[in-house]
């Protein structure tokens, strides 16, 4: 482990209560009821304020259903996971001896250490410090986060959901072939339009191609 004033000047914010520092890095294997699970608990919910924050700001005209998908690629476990292998954090982790024995720690731990530190961050130095923090070292996943392709699917459910009030309407015309190659024509309509067919080795497949078909002759990218 190495000292925390190197963690403090990597992340460019110096802790009032240390105490509050260390307890964000002790995993439950070396202590079972003084560990980070409380505040990795506190900061899972920090970061979802200010990334849904930061998101419904950035995107105002994105519908919910889309500012969710966002939402769900920066919270995820990945994502955390790479910002805590960018702070280095399993440098700085208090772990078991069963851990420690280990060369490799475990993503999730990694990935948990990541949101107790912003909850002791959150206790320390309050909302706005924590907020500057996490869109900092969040600001490349979000500037990714505008290019997340939303599928035919989807795009044409929230279309009509919008438009309408009512759901597209899919229905099997054809399911042949074996078991193992399946082949599926799909039809699908949405108020007001013709039918559209689409084909695939699946249903969700099929389904896809006739929504895109749909979404084209409405010119819908």
């Given at each position: 482990?190495?000292?925390?004033?190197?963690?403090?000047?990597?992340?460019?914010?110096?802790?009032?209560?240390?105490?509050?520092?260390?307890?964000?890095?002790?995993?439950?294997?070396?202590?079972?009821?003084?560990?980070n699970e409380k505040l990795e608990f506190l900061g899972d919910r920090v970061l979802a304020l200010v990334?849904?924050?930061?998101?419904?700001?950035?995107?105002?005209?994105?519908?919910?259903?889309?500012?969710?998908?966002?939402?769900?690629?920066?919270?995820?476990?990945?994502?955390?996971?790479?910002?805590?292998?960018?702070?280095?954090?399993?440098?700085?982790?208090?772990?078991?001896?069963?851990?420690?024995?280990?060369?490799?720690?475990?993503?999730?731990?990694?990935?948990?250490?990541?949101?107790?530190?912003?909850?002791?961050?959150?206790?320390?130095?309050?909302?706005?410090?924590?907020?500057?923090?996490?869109?900092?070292?969040?600001?490349?996943?979000?500037?990714?986060?505008?290019?997340?392709?939303?599928?035919?699917?989807?795009?044409?459910?929230?279309?009509?959901?919008?438009?309408?009030?009512?759901?597209?309407?899919?229905?099997?015309?054809?399911?042949?072939?074996?078991?193992?190659?399946?082949?599926?024509?799909?039809?699908?309509?949405?108020?007001?339009?013709?039918?559209?067919?689409?084909?695939?080795?699946?249903?969700?497949?099929?389904?896809?191609?006739?929504?895109?078909?749909?979404?084209?002759?409405?010119?819908?990218?």
């Amino acid at each position: 482990m190495q000292n925390q004033k190197i963690l403090e000047h990597k992340i460019n914010i110096k802790f009032k209560n240390k105490k509050l520092l260390s307890l964000s890095l002790i995993h439950k294997s070396f202590d079972i009821l003084s560990n980070n699970e409380k505040l990795e608990f506190l900061g899972d919910r920090v970061l979802a304020l200010v990334l849904s924050k930061k998101l419904f700001n950035l995107y105002p005209y994105e519908s919910e259903g889309n500012l969710d998908k966002k939402f769900a690629s920066l919270v995820n476990r990945k994502t955390c996971l790479k910002i805590s292998k960018n702070l280095e954090l399993e440098k700085f982790l208090i772990l078991g001896n069963t851990y420690k024995k280990n060369s490799k720690i475990e993503d999730k731990i990694l990935s948990d250490a990541c949101e107790a530190l912003i909850g002791a961050i959150y206790l320390d130095s309050g909302y706005k410090v924590v907020e500057g923090f996490i869109l900092k070292f969040w600001n490349d996943e979000i500037k990714k986060s505008g290019k997340i392709d939303i599928d035919s699917k989807t795009k044409l459910q929230e279309y009509s959901l919008k438009r309408f009030q009512k759901l597209p309407i899919y229905k099997v015309l054809v399911y042949k072939g074996p078991q193992h190659i399946p082949s599926y024509k799909v039809s699908v309509k949405i108020y007001g339009s013709k039918f559209f067919f689409g084909v695939g080795n699946s249903k969700k497949i099929a389904e896809h191609d006739a929504a895109k078909k749909l979404l084209e002759d409405l010119k819908i990218k």
